[in-house]
């Protein structure tokens, strides 16, 4: 079988951002490792257009003894049936290890097998404590509190008692050998299916990383996440007042994402969108005016700028702002 291939889980709702990741895979993926796309039957002659060499299109019919088809751990079906999927594709005997790829991501520089096998046989197992995330304050409250609940209930239902917490959100390399190990000596000795599991907690890479950690199933290499992610709209604005670009990016990681379960409404968001698109996007007219009428009260009254200043940085806004230009023209 194939040493590591990548498995994307995605449906038609996701067209447009599978688009984009098939052509930086198409670009990067310089060892042409074996890419699988699962998407409903329905959907299947609209991504067969993906097709090729390397690109395999499968149904996610080929997991129907294993799918849900009512609401597990509050999220609908189609969201369990996604974890479903790629905690079952080592069932089809494809490959001996699989990337997952989320469909909002975006591949940013050359990549090879190096980036994901440890050893031949032995891929790295990517672990972070996310110590930057649990430091916001808005993410903590939305976030960080009610899953940190929800990973214990896997330490706790698998019985491991080690150092706590390494896992990942996701884009996680999963072993063929770790995941047969997980359903032959956890869930059918407990008669459970994966779904038995998410129901506990929907956070499948966690199953595999702690299940991982607590049996040694395979050496563990650990690596930190290959791919950034934006979680909410203040990650993505920070890289871009930052000036943070894709090119600057890809020095430490193979690729971007854009979340689209917060992004979705503003349209397929990228990490290369000016800072004007991402202000545009993610901060309220409200708000953009009262910074703008700080602005103008500090540099004019608190910091005394010269009104020729004032005016040139008014002319410079006033390029993006067609009302705003024709008051300075006026002017």
Same mark, same amino acid.
């Given at each position: 079988?194939?040493?590591?291939?990548?498995?994307?889980?995605?449906?038609?709702?996701?067209?447009?951002?599978?688009?984009?990741?098939?052509?930086?895979?198409?670009? *990067?993926? +310089?060892? /042409?490792?074996? !890419?699988?796309?699962?998407?409903?039957?329905?959907? #299947? &002659?609209?991504?067969?257009?993906?097709?090729?060499?390397?690109?395999?299109?499968?149904?996610?019919?080929?997991?129907?003894?294993?799918?849900?088809?009512?609401?597990?751990?509050?999220?609908?079906?189609?969201?369990?049936?996604?974890?479903?999927?790629?905690?079952?594709?080592?069932?089809?005997?494809?490959?001996?290890?699989?990337?997952?790829?989320?469909?909002?991501?975006?591949?940013?520089?050359?990549?090879?097998?190096?980036?994901?096998?440890?050893?031949?046989?032995?891929?790295?197992?990517?672990?972070?404590?996310?110590?930057?995330?649990?430091?916001?304050?808005?993410?903590?409250?939305?976030?960080?509190?009610?899953?940190?609940?929800?990973?214990?209930?896997?330490?706790?239902?698998?019985?491991?008692?080690?150092?706590?917490?390494?896992?990942?959100?996701? *884009?996680? +390399?999963? /072993?063929?050998? !770790?995941?047969?190990?997980?359903?032959?000596?956890? #869930? &059918?000795?407990?008669?459970?299916?994966?779904?038995?599991?998410?129901?506990?907690?929907?956070?499948?890479?966690?199953?595999?990383?702690?299940?991982?950690?607590?049996?040694?199933?395979?050496?563990?290499?650990?690596?930190?996440?290959?791919?950034?992610?934006?979680?909410?709209?203040?990650?993505?604005?920070?890289?871009?007042?930052?000036?943070?670009?894709?090119?600057?990016?890809?020095?430490?990681?193979?690729?971007?994402?854009?979340?689209?379960?917060?992004?979705?409404?503003?349209?397929?968001?990228?990490?290369?969108?000016?800072?004007?698109?991402?202000?545009?996007?993610?901060?309220?007219?409200?708000?953009?005016?009262?910074?703008?009428?700080?602005?103008?009260?500090?540099?004019?009254?608190?910091?005394?700028?010269?009104?020729?200043?004032?005016?040139?940085?008014?002319?410079?806004?006033?390029?993006?702002?067609?009302?705003?230009?024709?008051?300075?023209?006026?002017?």
């Amino acid at each position: 079988m194939t040493e590591i291939a990548l498995l994307i889980k995605s449906y038609q709702g996701d067209f447009e951002y599978i688009e984009r990741l098939i052509r930086s895979i198409n670009t *990067h993926n +310089v060892d /042409s490792l074996p !890419v699988y796309i699962v998407v409903p039957e329905i959907d #299947l &002659e609209q991504f067969n257009i993906f097709a090729g060499e390397t690109i395999h299109i499968l149904s996610e019919n080929l997991f129907a003894k294993h799918l849900v088809h009512q609401k597990t751990a509050g999220f609908h079906p189609g969201y369990i049936n996604q974890e479903i999927i790629k905690l079952a594709f080592w069932e089809l005997d494809v490959c001996d290890n699989y990337f997952c790829v989320d469909s909002d991501a975006e591949f940013i520089r050359d990549f090879n097998r190096t980036d994901f096998m440890a050893q031949p046989g032995i891929p790295f197992t990517f672990l972070t404590e996310d110590r930057e995330l649990v430091v916001e304050p808005d993410y903590y409250q939305s976030t960080w509190v009610n899953r940190m609940k929800s990973l214990e209930k896997i330490r706790e239902a698998i019985g491991y008692t080690g150092p706590w917490l390494f896992t990942v959100h996701g *884009h996680a +390399v999963f /072993s063929a050998k !770790v995941l047969k190990s997980f359903v032959t000596d956890f #869930l &059918e000795p407990r008669g459970w299916d994966y779904k038995d599991a998410l129901a506990i907690s929907p956070y499948e890479p966690t199953w595999y990383n702690t299940w991982l950690l607590h049996t040694g199933t395979i050496e563990i290499f650990p690596r930190e996440p290959l791919v950034k992610t934006f979680h909410n709209a203040h990650q993505h604005l920070e890289y871009q007042v930052r000036g943070i670009r894709k090119e600057d990016a890809a020095r430490g990681f193979l690729a971007v994402v854009v979340n689209s379960n917060y992004s979705r409404g503003y349209g397929v968001m990228d990490a290369e969108n000016s800072l004007k698109d991402t202000l545009a996007a993610y901060v309220s007219l409200p708000q953009l005016l009262r910074a703008f009428g700080f602005k103008l009260r500090r540099d004019l009254f608190i910091r005394r700028t010269p009104l020729r200043k004032l005016r040139v940085w008014l002319g410079a806004l006033a390029l993006n702002i067609p009302g705003l230009r024709r008051l300075v023209q006026s002017g």
